[in-house]
């Protein structure tokens, strides 16, 4: 079965750096579109990033560019997030997702203070 496992989440202080990752399983990951949302208490999951099955295309949350780097490795079936000049409104759950079928990670709790 589908499997998106998400880690690399933590607590960090302004301006720190974190990078998240996504080990996806059950599915032809190279095949697929992928994205990351996130997610604070009472809101909706929001859009961060997303990037093509090759790696070549990706697209952002305009609140982050410039400062998030999605990438992927297509060998080790890895979604990864890369959070540079993390801000406390960067605070929330972070989810891995798969598109095609609406999958979802567990998600990877990033905190953001001093």
């Known amino acids: 079965q589908v499997q998106l496992v998400e880690s690399g989440g933590g607590l960090v202080q302004p301006g720190g750096s974190l990078r998240l990752s996504c080990a996806a399983s059950?599915?032809?990951?190279?095949?697929?579109?992928m994205r990351w949302y996130r997610q604070t208490p009472g809101a909706q999951r929001e859009f961060v990033a997303a990037?093509?099955?090759?790696?070549?295309?990706?697209s952002y949350l305009d609140t982050v560019k410039g400062r998030f780097t999605i990438s992927r490795d297509n060998a080790k079936n890895i979604l990864y997030l890369q959070m540079n000049n993390l801000k406390p409104e960067d605070t929330a759950v972070y989810y891995c997702?798969?598109?095609?079928?609406?999958?979802w990670g567990q998600g990877t709790q990033v905190t953001v203070s001093t």
């Open positions: 997702h798969r598109p095609r079928l609406n999958d």
């Open positions: 059950g599915f032809t990951f190279s095949s697929e579109l």
């Open positions: 990037i093509s099955n090759s790696g070549q295309d990706t």
